[in-house]
């Protein structure tokens, strides 16, 4: 019997889960700190509360009894890894050796240190706890807008740093949320603001002018106020302070600015990129090694060419796909393939019902780029949860319930 570890529940480790598990040749063992996957790229709607926090979830305890035979799940966090002697270490388990080990830890937020405050005074969003928090703290204000009629009239601000893709996202829904609320309530919601800083001349850095003009636009026509080429220099818990010296007050502020690997990856002794990435060779295994993959955010990962993928829903699935299927040939006796990933195109959610679709020569403004995006990510959520319920069934019979 092998034994193969998978490091993080994300995107890439269920989908290397999924590729792995129920074979009988093969132990497979699932490690995450959190129970459930969290379904990141539908974060914004959880946020403005078009999604309840279930849908935004899968539930890894569930989702390896699916299997037959079954995947083993460790709900622990993972505090150290013995390259050596091929064993992982959790803070409240006994350490679990392997064969083989899938690294898919993925990334945190990066609080830039030279932004003095920004860890203090902000949030980040790539946490279950992060998004559910905020959607919190905002049903609450307008709630207490409800109740009192003086309050609605104050002012409101949130400042969003970082206009990447989930910057972006969530700016947008955040607004059409506080919106639509104006709409259909006498709620008065008008003083809810929202602010977008850019520290770039740009928003959504990479993408094609078209796009990055349509969204802009759209942002603007939600009223998020933006702020271009502006630098954060300084946080204080009720404004952010930028290089020239302007100040944007906020409530709330969260920041999207940029990621860096998990710590348990970067602490490792191996060779990383400037985030901590690790860095593999085109079959995503990391060199110098023999049993060692790593894939999604955990990793630097290149196309064909040699350029780096963008860290991503799509390219985390993918590599966590890609390095399973590695490790089946290691086993079989075959030589690793490259994973040679190619990006289909990506969507960008921009408030309610609007969203653009970029699939590389063809791009899709509106509703129908918002029900494609819609599709997709519920054709990624639909078959986990299937699997769940089996699993969950499973569960279930077992305990006599
Ligand atoms: C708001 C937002 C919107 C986004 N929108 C999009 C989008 O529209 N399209 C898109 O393609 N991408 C989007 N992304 C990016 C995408 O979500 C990430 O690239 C993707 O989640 C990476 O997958 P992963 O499996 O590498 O990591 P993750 O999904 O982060 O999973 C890593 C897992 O590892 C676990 N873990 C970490 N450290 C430990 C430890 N020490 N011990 C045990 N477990 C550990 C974590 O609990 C987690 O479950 C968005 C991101 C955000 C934040």
């Given amino acids: 019997m092998h034994k193969v570890v998978i490091i993080g529940g994300g995107y890439a480790g269920v989908s290397a889960l999924t590729r792995l598990a129920g074979r009988k040749e093969i132990e497979v063992t699932l490690i995450d700190r959190h129970p459930y996957h969290f379904l990141q790229t539908e974060g914004y709607a959880l946020v403005a509360n078009t999604l309840p926090f279930d849908s935004t979830i899968i539930d890894l305890h569930a989702l390896c009894r699916s299997f037959a035979p079954p995947a083993t799940f460790l709900h622990d966090a993972v505090t150290d890894i013995d390259l050596q002697q091929k064993r992982v270490t959790v803070e409240n388990s006994t350490p679990v050796t392997y064969d083989f080990l899938l690294i898919c830890a993925g990334s945190v937020t990066r609080f830039m240190p030279s932004i003095e405050g920004l860890r203090r005074c902000s949030h980040g969003v790539k946490s279950l706890t992060g998004a559910f928090e905020m959607k919190q703290f905002f049903e609450r204000e307008l709630f207490i807008r409800l109740e009192n009629a003086q309050h609605a009239g104050h002012a409101y601000s949130v400042v969003i740093g970082g206009a990447g893709l989930s910057g972006v996202e969530i700016a947008a829904e955040m607004q059409h949320y506080f919106n639509r609320y104006y709409q ?97 060779d085109d079959t995503l295994q990391v060199p110098e090694t023999e049993a060692l993959f790593a894939a999604g955010d955990a990793a630097e990962i290149h196309d064909k060419k040699g350029n780096i993928l963008p860290d991503t829903a799509q390219v985390a699935i993918k590599s966590g796909a890609h390095a399973a299927t590695n490790v089946l040939r290691l086993l079989q006796g075959k030589k690793p393939l490259p994973a040679h990933i190619r990006i289909k195109g990506i969507a960008i959610a921009l408030g309610g019902e609007y969203a653009i679709l970029d699939l590389g020569k063809i791009r899709i403004y509106g509703r129908l780029a918002h029900s494609a995006k819609k599709i997709t990510e519920r054709l990624y959520r639909w078959p986990l949860w299937l699997r769940c319920r089996e699993g969950a069934r499973r569960i279930a019979s077992q305990s006599g319930r």
């Fill in 184 to 280: 259909s309530n006498t709620l008065s919601c008008e003083r809810l603001q929202i602010h977008l800083i850019a520290g770039g001349d740009t928003l959504l850095k990479g993408m094609h002018p078209a796009i990055v003009a349509r969204s802009e636009a759209r942002l603007q026509q939600l009223g998020v106020i933006l702020h271009k080429g502006a630098h954060i220099a300084r946080v204080e818990p009720d404004k952010a302070i930028l290089e020239d010296g302007a100040h944007v007050d906020f409530d709330f502020m969260l920041f999207t600015g940029g990621i860096m690997a998990s710590p348990v990856v970067s602490r490792l002794s191996l060779v990383h990129n400037k985030l901590g990435q690790l860095l593999v």
